[in-house]
């Protein structure tokens, strides 16, 4: 693979989509508009599934002469799609602040403003997905916002890994036929059937327009007139047949990928395991001819940038909770086959030289490590990781596979073959609505109103019951008990949410394209938000464990065990946000001992709660009748959830930001080195984190310079994989190289860290998300 190079097309490519201004675009708005209202007869169903056909039919299309592969749900790349049907009323309160917001700007157009408010947003005005809800359960929702976000309130729930081995064997004319077979056993669903085929006949002609297009594209660019012809044929083809080729099968894919955005405009559509079900293409193209592996590089790094060019437009408070454009295309390479022996192949190599190639924030390229895992992709994915491009994130089969069998029921084929989507949540293939961020609860908060009366120390709001106040509890186990009360309050409010969530989007977004490549949808004749996938799960975060570790160890021990604070002094402290209390926050932040130190009643007792919050979720089973799980992971929300916390007793002072990641020890606290935080983290049961557990940690770039670091950090890794930690993430940086960037972005446009799941690059985050990714510890060694 060293011999293989990013070819001339593809920096061009490259350059051009980095220079492209980004824009908010209510192309697709005007077009389901004007389907909705020539359509006001039929149903949700139906007119879903027109609306798409249309957008596949009318939007504006492009190519670029050197590209080889084609497809984008707008003509512009890095586009921000306004999506009626899930929620326009924050687009109309912000549209013109777009361009000026603090994270996560678009640029707008005045006329595009005009036409918005003068013929989009009159007509869905209280009939979208996010009016919906807020008439059900509006109020109820903001009243427990401090404590719990509740997600999926105003987009589509996407954070899926269709059947991609199905699409690509069958296209959309396969897929149309098998919808045809389908009604005619099932007659009592004829709609669902019907949307189906119409939205697949939508995908066949996006496809011949894009043959069309590079038709016209080669009669005017010479020099790369065969390549778009060849393209064109591709285009041609995959309108009738499924994929034959390693490059039909790339294009297919992407073609998948970019309809499934147009349908739902949501996050975290991945391609799972590409390495595994593009094998068989890739493997006989080269032994019979037709590709070499310098092209099939080509394609793939050509893919790269597609995965690039399409981003999510969330609105202001959002933006903070998923900063920098996390939209998710997770790819999966390595890991155990059906058999459970591990199973790597050129293609998962290539897959990493395509990322060590670009550095780009999409694809969130995943590899997944076993005890058998060869010590030559170790190395390799190791040399990618040294780059510094946050990439690849590791996933633990021996921690996974088992507990998605045992805790959710996942049938042991199906486990081995698990994916990631989105950061860190875990899936199977192609047979999972997951549901995967269905709501962050933020367990300081519950500490903090615990503490407090159930009063906000920011607001002095009673937004909790009264189960007392700490200068009451007598013992730390009566502190404990308030806790408790606190969380299942507010477990059972989130809960209530959640099924007027969860209603709402069967109502007012049914997804005929996405569930005609989930088993089991087709043969059940039920949407995938209505529960037609094999398995229906949904996953709550918690927020954040190691906060909560180190506010509870320094409580038991500096307040109750050597009763170094008095009570009513913390009470005191906590309300003045330690301003006049300079001591007792020295106390709390240097004598407590902290998470991440290998102290092991430490870690306990945050494993306790995360316990004690798991076990809750099993009293619950969701909308689709499937059950809850939790997973521990932030995107980038420790920021904005830590502006909701007052000072806390590890020492934390108000509103600042709490621990990254989700399993992470809070930035600065873990003094003892890399291993013992493994050591600390494994105290987390792999029960906890079936929906995803995030571990970040970062390490000089010197350390990678000679191959006994890397021979190190392979020993690190295997080491990770012995103790059975679920997951694992890596910045690669000075912090002088990102102070730097700070000072002068423009120097640092291209530079890439690892936010939270997910790559960004570091020059488009705002400055408090910017300031506690400096501040995270470094490792110069192991």
Same mark, same amino acid.
């Given at each position: 693979?060293?011999?293989?190079?990013?070819?001339?097309?593809?920096?061009?490519?490259?350059?051009?989509?980095?220079?492209?201004?980004?824009?908010?675009?209510?192309?697709?708005?005007?077009?389901?508009?004007?389907?909705?209202?020539?359509?006001?007869?039929?149903?949700?169903?139906?007119?879903?599934?027109?609306?798409?056909?249309?957008?596949?039919?009318?939007?504006?299309?492009?190519?670029?002469? %050197?590209?080889?592969?084609? /497809?984008?749900?707008? @003509?512009?790349? =890095? $586009?921000?799609?306004?999506? &009626? +049907?899930?929620?326009?009323?924050?687009?109309?309160?912000?549209?013109?602040?777009?361009?000026?917001?603090?994270?996560?700007?678009?640029?707008?157009?005045?006329?595009?403003?005009?036409?918005?408010?003068?013929?989009?947003?009159?007509?869905?005005?209280?009939?979208?997905?996010?009016?919906?809800?807020?008439?059900?359960?509006?109020?109820?929702?903001?009243?427990?916002?401090?404590?719990?976000?509740?997600?999926?309130?105003?987009?589509?729930?996407?954070?899926?890994?269709?059947?991609?081995?199905?699409?690509? %064997?069958?296209?959309?004319? /396969?897929?149309?036929? @098998?919808?045809? =077979? $389908?009604?005619?056993?099932? &007659? +009592?669903?004829?709609?669902?059937?019907?949307?189906?085929?119409?939205?697949?006949?939508?995908?066949?002609?996006?496809?011949?327009?894009?043959?069309?297009?590079?038709?016209?594209?080669?009669?005017?660019?010479?020099?790369?007139?065969?390549?778009?012809?060849?393209?064109?044929?591709?285009?041609?083809?995959?309108?009738?047949?499924?994929?034959?080729?390693?490059?039909?099968?790339?294009?297919?894919?992407?073609?998948?990928?970019?309809?499934?955005?147009?349908?739902?405009?949501?996050?975290?559509?991945?391609?799972?395991?590409?390495?595994?079900?593009?094998?068989?293409?890739?493997?006989?193209?080269?032994?019979?001819?037709?590709?070499?592996?310098?092209?099939?590089?080509?394609?793939?790094?050509?893919?790269?940038?597609?995965?690039?060019?399409?981003?999510?437009?969330?609105?202001?408070?959002?933006?903070?909770?998923?900063?920098?454009?996390?939209?998710?295309?997770?790819?999966?390479?390595?890991?155990?086959?059906?058999?459970?022996?591990?199973?790597?192949?050129?293609?998962?190599?290539?897959?990493?030289?395509?990322?060590?190639?670009?550095?780009?924030?999409?694809?969130?390229?995943?590899?997944?490590?076993?005890?058998?895992?060869?010590?030559?992709?170790?190395?390799?994915?190791?040399?990618?990781?040294?780059?510094?491009?946050?990439?690849?994130?590791?996933?633990?089969?021996?921690?996974?596979?088992?507990?998605?069998?045992?805790?959710?029921?996942?049938?042991?084929?199906?486990?081995?073959?698990?994916?990631?989507?989105?950061?860190?949540?875990?899936?199977?293939?192609?047979?999972?609505?997951?549901?995967?961020?269905?709501?962050?609860?933020?367990?300081?908060?519950?500490?903090?109103?615990?503490?407090?009366?159930?009063?906000?120390?920011?607001?002095?709001?009673?937004?909790?019951?009264?189960?007392?106040?700490?200068?009451?509890?007598?013992?730390?186990?009566?502190?404990?008990?308030?806790?408790?009360?606190?969380?299942?309050?507010?477990?059972?409010?989130?809960?209530?949410?959640?099924?007027?969530?969860?209603?709402?989007?069967?109502?007012?977004?049914?997804?005929?394209?996405?569930?005609?490549?989930?088993?089991?949808?087709?043969?059940?004749?039920?949407?995938?938000?209505?529960?037609?996938?094999?398995?229906?799960?949904?996953?709550?975060?918690?927020?954040?464990?190691?906060?909560?570790?180190?506010?509870?160890?320094?409580?038991?021990?500096?307040?109750?065990?050597?009763?170094?604070?008095?009570?009513?002094?913390?009470?005191?402290?906590?309300?003045?946000?330690?301003?006049?209390?300079?001591?007792?926050?020295?106390?709390?932040?240097?004598?407590?001992?902290?998470?991440?130190?290998?102290?092991?009643?430490?870690?306990?007792?945050?494993?306790?709660?995360?316990?004690?919050?798991?076990?809750?979720?099993?009293?619950?089973?969701?909308?689709?009748?499937?059950?809850?799980?939790?997973?521990?992971?932030?995107?980038?929300?420790?920021?904005?959830?830590?502006?909701?916390?007052?000072?806390?007793?590890?020492?934390?002072?108000?509103?600042?930001?709490?621990?990254?990641?989700?399993?992470?020890?809070?930035?600065?606290?873990?003094?003892?080195?890399?291993?013992?935080?493994?050591?600390?983290?494994?105290?987390?049961?792999?029960?906890?984190?079936?929906?995803?557990?995030?571990?970040?940690?970062?390490?000089?770039?010197?350390?990678?310079?000679?191959?006994?670091?890397?021979?190190?950090?392979?020993?690190?890794?295997?080491?990770?994989?012995?103790?059975?930690?679920?997951?694992?993430?890596?910045?690669?940086?000075?912090?002088?190289?990102?102070?730097?960037?700070?000072?002068?972005?423009?120097?640092?446009?291209?530079?890439?860290?690892?936010?939270?799941?997910?790559?960004?690059?570091?020059?488009?985050?705002?400055?408090?998300?910017?300031?506690?990714?400096?501040?995270?510890?470094?490792?110069?060694?192991?």
């Amino acid at each position: 693979m060293k011999d293989l190079k990013k070819t001339e097309r593809i920096d061009i490519l490259k350059d051009k989509m980095l220079a492209e201004p980004r824009y908010a675009s209510i192309e697709q708005a005007r077009i389901i508009t004007r389907v909705y209202k020539e359509n006001e007869d039929k149903s949700t169903v139906l007119k879903r599934a027109l609306s798409l056909k249309a957008a596949l039919e009318e939007l504006e299309i492009a190519v670029q002469p %050197e590209e080889l592969i084609v /497809g984008n749900r707008t @003509k512009g790349v =890095r $586009a921000g799609v306004v999506f &009626p +049907e899930s929620g326009l009323k924050w687009i109309n309160e912000e549209f013109e602040t777009l361009p000026t917001r603090p994270q996560d700007k678009f640029q707008v157009r005045e006329e595009d403003i005009r036409e918005f408010r003068e013929e989009i947003y009159p007509y869905w005005h209280g009939r979208s997905m996010e009016d919906v809800i807020s008439q059900n359960y509006g109020p109820e929702i903001s009243a427990m916002a401090k404590v719990v976000k509740i997600n999926q309130k105003d987009h589509a729930q996407g954070h899926i890994c269709p059947d991609t081995k199905l699409w690509l %064997e069958l296209g959309p004319a /396969g897929l149309a036929e @098998k919808a045809r =077979r $389908a009604k005619e056993q099932h &007659p +009592e669903n004829p709609e669902f059937y019907d949307a189906v085929i119409l939205v697949m006949e939508g995908a066949r002609t996006f496809m011949r327009r894009y043959a069309r297009l590079l038709e016209k594209t080669a009669a005017e660019n010479e020099a790369y007139r065969d390549d778009l012809l060849d393209l064109a044929d591709i285009c041609e083809a995959l309108a009738d047949r499924g994929a034959q080729t390693f490059h039909e099968a790339v294009q297919s894919l992407w073609f998948l990928f970019t309809i499934l955005h147009m349908e739902s405009n949501a996050s975290s559509f991945s391609p799972g395991r590409m390495d595994q079900y593009l094998w068989p293409y890739y493997e006989k193209d080269i032994r019979e001819g037709r590709l070499t592996e310098q092209k099939a590089l080509e394609i793939l790094e050509a893919l790269w940038l597609k995965f690039n060019q399409i981003v999510y437009l969330r609105n202001q408070h959002s933006a903070k909770y998923f900063a920098g454009f996390p939209i998710g295309f997770n790819i999966a390479i390595g890991g155990v086959d059906e058999e459970g022996n591990d199973t790597y192949n050129d293609l998962s190599l290539l897959l990493l030289k395509a990322q060590y190639d670009l550095g780009l924030p999409q694809p969130n390229l995943s590899v997944r490590l076993n005890r058998n895992t060869s010590r030559e992709l170790l190395q390799d994915a190791i040399q990618v990781v040294a780059k510094g491009s946050g990439m690849p994130q590791f996933f633990n089969d021996e921690a996974i596979i088992h507990t998605m069998v045992q805790d959710l029921g996942i049938e042991e084929k199906d486990a081995r073959d698990y994916a990631i989507v989105g950061c860190v949540e875990l899936t199977t293939h192609g047979n999972n609505l997951g549901w995967s961020d269905a709501a962050m609860f933020n367990l300081n908060k519950a500490l903090e109103l615990a503490m407090n009366h159930g009063k906000c120390l920011l607001t002095g709001e009673q937004i909790g019951p009264d189960f007392g106040g700490i200068e009451e509890f007598e013992t730390f186990e009566e502190l404990e008990e308030a806790f408790r009360k606190t969380i299942d309050h507010f477990i059972d409010e989130m809960m209530k949410a959640e099924v007027v969530v969860e209603k709402a989007h069967q109502d007012c977004l049914p997804t005929a394209f996405l569930s005609a490549v989930i088993d089991d949808c087709l043969d059940k004749g039920l949407d995938v938000t209505a529960g037609g996938a094999k398995y229906n799960l949904s996953g709550i975060q918690m927020i954040q464990v190691a906060n909560l570790a180190d506010s509870l160890a320094a409580i038991k021990e500096l307040v109750y065990d050597e009763k170094r604070i008095s009570r009513e002094e913390l009470k005191q402290a906590l309300a003045d946000n330690f301003e006049g209390h300079e001591i007792t926050q020295t106390m709390l932040l240097k004598r407590a001992p902290k998470y991440g130190n290998d102290i092991q009643w430490v870690d306990d007792l945050g494993a306790k709660w995360a316990g004690y919050f798991r076990e809750r979720m099993k009293d619950y089973t969701n909308y689709r009748g499937g059950p809850y799980h939790t997973g521990m992971y932030t995107v980038s929300a420790h920021v904005p959830m830590g502006e909701n916390v007052g000072a806390s007793a590890d020492g934390r002072k108000a509103k600042e930001p709490l621990a990254d990641g989700g399993m992470s020890p809070v930035y600065g606290r873990d003094m003892t080195g890399p291993t013992a935080v493994l050591k600390s983290v494994s105290r987390m049961d792999d029960s906890f984190t079936t929906n995803g557990g995030l571990l970040n940690m970062k390490f000089l770039p010197e350390f990678f310079r000679t191959q006994t670091g890397r021979d190190k950090f392979e020993h690190f890794l295997r080491a990770f994989v012995d103790l059975e930690i679920p997951h694992i993430q890596f910045n690669v940086v000075n912090r002088e190289d990102l102070i730097d960037a700070q000072i002068h972005p423009e120097r640092h446009q291209s530079l890439t860290v690892r936010v939270a799941g997910y790559t960004a690059y570091f020059t488009e985050l705002a400055g408090k998300l910017q300031d506690e990714i400096i501040e995270r510890t470094s490792y110069a060694d192991i």
